[in-house]
């Protein structure tokens, strides 16, 4: 299983990105929940936003309303737009593939891309 993670960059703040996660080795259709996580310098990795293989969304209070997480099954990719950012965005952003449906059953698969940087000056 794998993940790779594109799309981070250097942005002005108030800007946009996009960021996608491409996977192989498994459907993203059969994992539970895709997320991103992200990580700043000298803070310990946190959630920014998930979505389940139902269509369930969460997001972490501080992205509410700028970040939007989704999906394309037949892509095989999760994404991440992002708008409004701010400087207090900056950080390596990864993403995550929690468990694995299989015949009613769920297993653990933990996979995480490699992360990709985003820098909002100000």
């Known amino acids: 299983v794998q993940l790779q993670a594109s799309g981070g960059g250097l942005v002005q703040a108030g800007g946009s990105l996009t960021l996608s996660c491409v996977a192989s080795g498994v459907s993203i259709f059969n994992v539970n929940v895709m997320a991103w996580y992200r990580q700043a310098p000298g803070k310990q990795r946190e959630m920014v936003a998930g979505i389940s293989n139902r269509g369930r969304i969460n997001y972490a209070d501080s992205v509410k309303g700028r970040f939007t997480i989704s999906k394309d099954n037949s892509k095989n990719t999760m994404y991440l737009q992002m708008s409004n950012l701010k400087p207090e965005d900056t950080a390596v952003y990864y993403c995550?593939?929690?468990?694995?449906?299989?015949?009613?059953?769920?297993?653990?698969?933990?996979?995480w891309g490699q992360g990709t940087e985003v820098t909002v000056s100000s």
């Open positions: 995550n593939a929690d468990m694995l449906w299989n015949a009613g059953e769920l297993f653990e698969l933990n996979a």
